[in-house]
């Protein structure tokens, strides 16, 4: 007879690092930590969060997972870190309280597209584009042309449906009306301080307040550290000297060409 095994931490908390731009990457990692969240029956998990933002759907598959984390009995509390902005709101809203230094940048709530009209460029090097396609706007945001007046209209529309969908998540999330949010959803950011006077983080305080907030929520020993799940494997080039600025450098670089002409929930200074 075959007897079925599950690691259970009952008297732990769980800690996921959401560190950097959030993109296809970063989904499956924390995905696969909550999982392991939900399987080990974690009373609580204390999330950390230092991101600009980055894709929409991304961000929206992780918010998703966090309240089913949530509807499943498990206490989530956000931790902002040095910047928690655009999609790293979408995420923590999701979290049953959030905590911010006074510092945090956050904010950001809004969408940005952006593509390139490299036209004059192209022209001047002497390269043209011949393109054959099956719809009138099957092209769109091609580099090698300006907008047409009806393409404008359509992304826009496109940016404004998104932008509905963050405000609403964002009202849900922090109990807010819809119309409150959109009074200081216009992609303007601010400090951590001025965050809470929003209503959009609970208190001030740093990872280590949130984790004793959520030692308390899941009624256990302040004095627990918790276990952090779904580290991102070490690359060798991070550990060469100067090999951590190269990493985000093209961490950059990645963020700017993959995502060229998708609509992004993230904070572009």
């Known amino acids: 007879m075959i007897w079925s095994w599950r690691r259970k931490s009952k008297k732990r908390i769980a800690r996921i690092i959401i560190d950097g731009p959030i993109n296809g990457s970063t989904r499956k990692l924390v995905l696969k930590a909550v999982r392991q969240v939900e399987k080990r029956e974690f009373p609580a998990l204390l999330l950390r969060i230092d991101s600009p933002g980055g894709t929409v759907g991304d961000s929206q ?18 931790s902002f870190g040095n910047i928690s902005a655009s999609g790293g709101v979408y995420v923590g809203v999701a979290a049953e309280k959030i905590i911010a230094n006074p510092g945090t940048i956050t904010g950001s709530i809004g969408v940005i597209l952006r593509g390139n009209n490299l036209s004059k460029l192209l022209e001047r090097i002497g390269i043209r584009f011949e393109t054959v396609k099956s719809g009138l706007f099957k092209d769109i945001l091609s580099p090698d042309r300006a907008l047409s007046v009806e393409e404008r209209t359509i992304l826009q529309s496109l940016i404004d449906s998104s932008y509905e969908q963050f405000v609403k998540a964002v009202a849900e999330g922090r109990n807010l009306s819809e119309e409150k949010v959109k009074e200081f959803a216009d992609g303007r950011v601010f400090t951590g301080a001025q965050a809470k006077e929003l209503g959009l983080v609970d208190s001030l305080g740093d990872e280590n307040d949130a984790r004793i907030l959520a030692t308390k929520l899941a009624d256990l020993d302040e004095k627990l550290q918790p276990i952090t799940l779904g580290r991102p494997k070490k690359k060798l080039i991070g550990l060469l000297p100067g090999g951590k600025i190269l990493l985000n450098l093209l961490q950059i670089i990645n963020m700017e060409f993959f995502t060229n002409g998708q609509p992004l929930w993230l904070f572009r200074p």
């Open 61 to 78: 598959e992780i918010h998703s997972a966090l309240i089913r984390l949530r509807q499943k009995g498990c206490h989530v509390i956000a």
